[in-house]
């Protein structure tokens, strides 16, 4: 029924998810995703592309292609937890072969709730290590807060679009540094103190990287301000004094 779906495009897919002993861990009847950005386990990304619409397939997936070597523990008791190295059988109904959504003006609602998604899918790659596609995760989860809207956001929308950016950033930065990116890492603190100029993370996270480049004194500013803020942080005060420890030596006459 038509062609495959095409790189770029979102598929709406009907999605039932089981363990060995047939318990159902996913069940969504209305999945949207666009193949390649990551907010699907594996065994989706790479088998709902071979499919056409109309189509039902049974995909046997392996851990590493559903929820890796850890699992995953659910917050509803209604779905049980996925135990750790857990093979599944995704059974897969393609619905809907459309243009990606984020090309297309969209209210900014629809906008908060596609890059809480795809930051939530971050985390989710974070968690088990997989620094690269929590990367991606997050690239795309700031591509969806800044695209175009079909009207202005209000004041509420506005600040709850600052305020999800800002999440976005920090964590980008989080998984720069896992991957020993620290200038990208730092663009990405700079980025959100553009935004929130008095956030304690990405204070704290500044100046130990101005600290490691060398820049005592302004790494000095961003920490005592990060300390102002959060006076009782033990991870502060570390840092503080091993920054003064260094600018001071010890008198050997």
């Known amino acids: 029924g038509g062609p495959r779906p095409s790189p ?6 009907k999605v039932l998810g089981a363990l060995e002993d047939g318990g ?4 969504d009847p209305r999945l949207s995703f666009v193949p390649g950005h990551g907010d699907v386990v594996q065994a989706l990304e790479l088998g ?10 049974l995909f ?6 559903g929820y890796g070597r850890p699992g995953s523990r659910r917050c509803s008791r209604r779905e049980p937890d996925v135990p750790p190295e857990a093979p599944l059988l ?16 969209l209210p900014s609602a629809a906008r908060l709730c596609l890059g809480s998604q795809r930051r939530e899918r971050g985390n989710f790659h ?3 290590g997989d620094f690269e596609a929590a990367l991606g995760s997050y690239r795309l989860a700031l591509r969806a807060l800044d695209g175009p809207a079909t009207a202005p956001p209000g004041p509420e929308e506005e600040e709850e679009l600052r305020e999800q950016r800002v999440k976005c950033l920090n964590n980008r930065a989080a ?11 730092l663009a990405s603190c700079e980025a959100v103190l553009r935004i929130s100029p008095d956030n304690g993370r990405a204070l704290l996270r500044r100046g130990q990287l101005l600290a490691q ?26 840092e503080l004094s091993r920054l003064v420890n260094r600018r001071s030596p010890p008198d050997h006459a």
């Not at 709902?48 to 397939?57: A, K, L, N």
């Not at 896992?178 to 200038?183: A, I």
């Open 8 to 13: 770029g495009q979102e598929v709406l897919v």
């Open 24 to 27: 159902l861990v996913d069940r």
């Open 48 to 57: 709902v592309p071979t499919m056409r619409p109309g189509e039902v397939s």
């Open 60 to 65: 046997l997936a392996a851990f590493p292609y």
């Open 90 to 105: 995704f059974e897969v109904t393609l619905l809907e072969v459309r243009d990606d959504p984020e090309a297309q003006p």
């Open 126 to 128: 974070f968690a088990r």
């Open 175 to 185: 998984a720069e540094l896992k991957l020993e990116r620290t200038d990208e890492a």
């Open 213 to 238: 480049q060398g820049r005592d004194e302004e790494a000095a500013v961003d920490l005592r301000r990060a300390l102002e803020l959060d006076p009782a942080n033990k991870v502060i005060h570390a």
